[in-house]
């Protein structure tokens, strides 16, 4: 998404918005100067849902900092609440969800309100009920049973209606039936590859993809697995690829060279976490196409294949800080940063204080491990330690850092182990 002045899009990483929309740490940094001139562009961020990615990119936590620790009054969020439909409903009552849980009565009563007469109420009383300590919605019970209508879609599994006693059918489950093709021999199912319909093809592949240990077979049919158009591959190549593993080398660097876009994507996939330093300059290549391209879904990958190379990529340094500074899908800020410090180190130290205040619990990780010591980081240590809307993962580390350094090498052998899984 460009960066202009569409109001839909976003804004430059130079301008306080445009910080708060990637949930950059300098953005809350840059807020807690200044509150009041802050307001508004929290306030944005609080009423529309920028995240790139809606499934990975973590905001709520952030925004709700940002409302408690500016001090900023909960009447436009409860005015947002009001007026936004569906999923950014959602979204606005998650925050006040939170805020309600670190201490703030005003966003319970908004909430509770809400519930009672709020379009979104449904999805937002689940959502308490499975957070909040009961006796803070208990007396909703003839509320909820009020509005409960024909064409309402409760969730069965909910808190509420099992403690109230509210009886929701739940969805029949059958089990499921044998795959048609589970029956067939690895060597069968690599025919059906080759030569069935494209509907056949992929049924086989779901078999060997689910089902079989890595059939190195495979590997040479990989070109011809596309689309009829060929614009995409066939559902499961790369979960597929994945499962194989090494056994894709050395064929994927030919993939990687191919003019077929989705061939050569697999084939770099596979180069990222399988490659030799001879095959950086594919990655790099690739890394700056994205950059080109601002195509913010997906570099990560080839960040995390780089860093394999350690200082052989040095040449990615440049592009790397530059997706780390501006890419809207903060979800892979924490990979940039990883490569950056397994590349060239040096300088790393101000994005580690700026990431302790990320909106990516992951990045707030990173950052409690490998800041520096200097003044101010016991403060921040200690905050996230006691702050109950941190994650438990950061509010362990926090405070395990506290206590000593003996901490430091546990906390890098995790980190060695975690890339290692990668």
């Known amino acids: 998404m460009p960066e202009d ?3 839909h899009s976003y804004r430059s990483v130079d301008t306080l918005l445009g910080l708060l929309q990637r949930g950059r740490g300098l953005g809350a940094l840059q807020a807690a100067a200044d509150p009041t001139a802050a307001a508004d562009a929290v306030y944005a ?12 990119d973590e905001h709520r936590v952030y925004l709700a900092r940002l409302l408690r620790d500016l001090a900023l009054p909960l009447a436009p969020v409860a005015a947002a609440l009001a007026t936004a439909e569906d999923h950014d409903a959602e979204e606005v009552a998650g925050i006040l969800e939170l805020l309600a849980l670190a201490g703030s009565a005003e966003a319970r009563d908004i909430l509770r309100a809400y519930i009672r ?9 689940e959502s308490v009920s499975a957070r909040w300590p009961v006796d803070w919605w208990e007396d909703l019970a003839g509320v909820a049973r009020a509005r409960l209508a024909d064409g309402d879609d409760p969730t069965p599994w909910a808190k509420a209606w099992e403690h109230w006693g509210i009886a929701v059918p739940t969805p029949e489950r ?9 029956g067939l021999t690895n060597a069968e199912l690599l025919e059906a590859i080759a030569t069935g319909s494209e509907d056949r093809r992929t049924d086989a592949m779901y078999v060997l993809h689910h089902d079989r240990d890595p059939e190195p077979g495979l590997v040479p049919l990989v070109p011809s697995l596309g689309t009829a158009d060929g614009r995409h591959s066939l559902p499961l190549v790369t979960g597929l690829l994945a499962k194989l593993g090494a056994h894709a080398m050395p064929a994927a660097r030919a993939w990687a060279a191919s003019d077929t876009r989705w061939l050569a994507w697999e084939g770099l996939r596979v180069l990222a976490e399988h490659g030799e330093p001879r095959d950086v300059p594919g990655l790099l290549a690739r890394l700056e196409r994205d950059w080109a391209d601002r195509a913010w879904c997906g570099p990560m ?13 040095a040449g990615a340094v440049p592009l790397l800080r530059r997706f780390w500074v ?4 903060p979800y892979e800020r924490p990979a940039y940063l990883r490569a950056l410090a397994a590349i060239d180190p040096a300088g790393l130290d101000e994005a580690y204080v700026e990431s302790l205040w990320d909106c990516q619990a992951e990045a707030r990780l990173l950052a409690v491990a490998h800041a520096p010591d200097r003044p101010g980081l016991p403060e ?3 905050h996230l330690r006691d702050d109950p809307l941190e994650s438990p993962e950061v509010r362990e580390a926090a405070g395990a850092r506290l206590a000593g350094p003996a901490w430091g090498a546990a906390a890098e052998a995790r980190e060695a182990a975690r890339r290692g899984l990668e």
Do not use: F, N, Y
């Not at 007469?117 to 009383?125: C, H, I, Q, Y």
């Open 5 to 7: 002045t569409d109001s």
């Open 45 to 56: 961020c609080v009423r529309t849902d920028w995240r790139w990615d809606w499934l990975v």
């Open 117 to 125: 007469d709020g379009g979104r109420w449904l999805p937002v009383l």
């Open 174 to 182: 059958r089990p499921p039936k044998p795959h048609p093709l589970a």
């Open 301 to 313: 990958i080839m960040a995390r294949g780089l860093a394999r190379q350690g200082p052989e990529a």
């Open 326 to 329: 501006r890419t809207p899908h």
């Open 380 to 382: 921040r240590l200690a």
